[in-house]
């Protein structure tokens, strides 16, 4: 069965690093353009990261530009988001998401996602 698993979540201090982990058993993720997204309390879920399925050119939320980072372990078959300088706003569930041969566009959709991790609580206090 094919699902997604995060982890690496915590709680932290603002200005501090966390790296989230997505994995999955049953997907081949190099067929899969992969994106991060996050919901806050009270908020909707709005789209972090994400990258092309075969360049792994890659898309940002401005409020992340610059401070978090995805990548893709082929031979781990694992998608990172690698965050920096975090800030107590950061605070959120994180969840990533699969989309067989995605793009830049529809990595940005969540709509179009096919596959959801269960998410991972990151909180950051000031």
């Known amino acids: 069965q094919e699902e997604l698993v995060e982890s690496g979540g915590g709680s932290v201090q603002a200005g501090d690093s966390l790296r989230l982990s997505c994995t999955s058993s049953?997907?081949?993720?190099?067929?899969?353009?992969m994106s991060w997204w996050r919901q806050a309390p009270g908020k909707e879920r709005e789209f972090v990261a994400g990258?092309?399925?075969?360049?792994?050119?890659?898309a940002y939320a401005d409020s992340v530009q610059g401070r978090f980072t995805i990548s893709r372990d082929r031979g781990q078959n694992t998608a990172y988001l690698q965050m920096n300088s975090l800030k107590p706003e950061d605070t959120a569930v994180y969840y990533c998401?699969?989309?067989?041969?995605?793009?830049?566009?529809?990595?940005?959709?969540?709509?179009?996602?096919?596959?959801w991790g269960q998410g991972t609580q990151v909180t950051v206090s000031s």
């Open positions: 998401a699969a989309k067989y041969l995605g793009t830049l566009t529809t990595v940005q959709d969540s709509h179009a996602a096919e596959y």
């Open positions: 049953g997907l081949t993720f190099g067929s899969y353009g």
């Open positions: 990258f092309h399925w075969r360049t792994e050119t890659t």
